[in-house]
């Protein structure tokens, strides 16, 4: 079984500033590790992934996100903040070959000028 | 990369009838669909995995006779909420599964809004 656990619901920062949203997994398979962004009513857009190689992934707009298996997490990164970053993001696991992700509960990043 | 269109984007309709949303696969033939629910500020809820040309799969306390799901060509999977309650109302997503290529994830599509009045 797999779960994952994304800490905290609201994420706020100051235009500008360091974004960190945290995700945390538990799988008993190597897993790929995904995050998405969702804009109100909107579907998911794949921000990154992991699957296998380097464990410091890049994605779109300037997030990257590091799979550290010692601590079975996955934290999304963006060094400065922007005011169209303001979404809800999902932290998402799945088994290798699995093309259902298990999500987690999402954290809402708000952006302040 | 691979485009997934849902359609229609948001659709309201009376209680007691029945809504049908489309999820169409552009540029490739997605043997496999599946479909989520999203409640407000809640996380997706996959409701049933859609195969081309069989019945399709349920999770556990979905009801199958209330979201009818057809997957009847390679490019289209259709769920219809039938008899809809306001309780229905929700965000519908869908998810395709393109078979060729190294790809490793589904991809979504932009979603429909359900209000049921």
């Known amino acids: 079984a797999q779960s994952v656990t994304q800490l905290g619901s609201h994420v706020s920062v100051s235009e500008g500033a360091l974004v960190l949203l945290r995700c945390n997994y538990s799988s008993s398979v190597p897993p790929y590790l995904f995050w998405y962004v969702q804009y109100p009513n909107q579907g998911l857009q794949l921000l990154l992934k992991y699957t296998t190689g380097a464990t410091l992934v890049k994605g779109i707009n300037g997030f990257e996100a590091e799979f550290k298996k010692s601590e079975t997490s996955f934290h999304l990164t963006k060094p400065s903040a922007h005011m169209s970053d303001a979404a809800e993001y999902f932290c998402?696991?799945?088994?290798?070959?699995?093309?259902?992700?298990?999500f987690g509960r999402g954290t809402s990043l708000i952006v302040h000028p | 990369g691979a485009v997934v269109s849902q359609h229609p984007s948001w659709v309201i309709c009376k209680s007691g009838t029945s809504v049908k949303i489309e999820c169409r696969s552009l540029?490739?033939?997605?043997?496999?669909m599946f479909w989520y629910r999203q409640f407000p500020k809640q996380s997706l809820m996959l409701m049933a995995t859609?195969?081309?040309?069989?019945?399709?799969?349920?999770e556990q306390g979905v009801e199958k006779d209330k979201f009818l799901i057809n997957h009847a060509s390679l490019t289209l999977s259709t769920l219809t909420v039938t008899s809809a309650h306001p309780e229905d109302s929700s965000f519908y997503i869908c998810?395709?599964?393109?078979?060729?290529?190294?790809?490793?994830?589904?991809?979504f599509g932009q979603g429909t809004r359900l209000t049921v009045v």
């Open positions: 540029d490739f033939q997605a043997t496999t």
């Open positions: 998402a696991v799945s088994e290798r070959g699995s093309y259902i992700p298990t």
């Open positions: 998810s395709a599964r393109d078979p060729t290529g190294p790809n490793t994830e589904a991809f």
């Open positions: 859609s195969n081309e040309g069989s019945k399709a799969t349920y």
